[in-house]
């Protein structure tokens, strides 16, 4: 699983958890909402900080590939990537 995945699940988890926690207290439903909304986040910048990092090395090491692969393609279309012709493998 990935990490971008298992750091959404979490965020989700914990805000149905304090959503759970919340629910008995007398307030209204937005109020509700809210509080669990704020608390959650901040929850999640504490106990997922594991899953955060590993999402952001996942998504560092993505960009890294399609800048070298945007740089390959780029020097190929500049012509400076040109692979060598057949005729010069010949024995001297």
């Given at each position: 699983?990935?990490?971008?995945?298992?750091?959404?699940?979490?965020?989700?988890?914990?805000?149905?958890?304090?959503?759970?926690?919340?629910?008995?207290?007398?307030?209204?439903?937005?109020?509700?909402?809210?509080?669990a909304?704020?608390?959650?986040?901040?929850?999640?910048?504490?106990?997922?900080?594991?899953?955060?990092?590993?999402?952001?090395?996942?998504?560092a090491?993505?960009?890294?590939?399609?800048?070298?692969?945007?740089e390959?393609?780029?020097?190929?279309?500049?012509?400076?990537?040109?692979?060598?012709?057949?005729?010069?493998?010949?024995?001297?």
């Amino acid at each position: 699983m990935s990490a971008a995945v298992k750091y959404t699940l979490g965020r989700i988890g914990l805000f149905v958890g304090v959503l759970a926690a919340l629910w008995f207290v007398d307030m209204s439903i937005f109020l509700r909402l809210l509080l669990a909304l704020i608390s959650s986040a901040a929850l999640s910048f504490f106990l997922l900080r594991g899953w955060r990092d590993e999402m952001a090395g996942e998504m560092a090491e993505a960009s890294e590939r399609r800048r070298a692969e945007k740089e390959r393609l780029r020097s190929a279309l500049a012509g400076d990537d040109q692979p060598e012709p057949a005729d010069q493998h010949r024995e001297e």
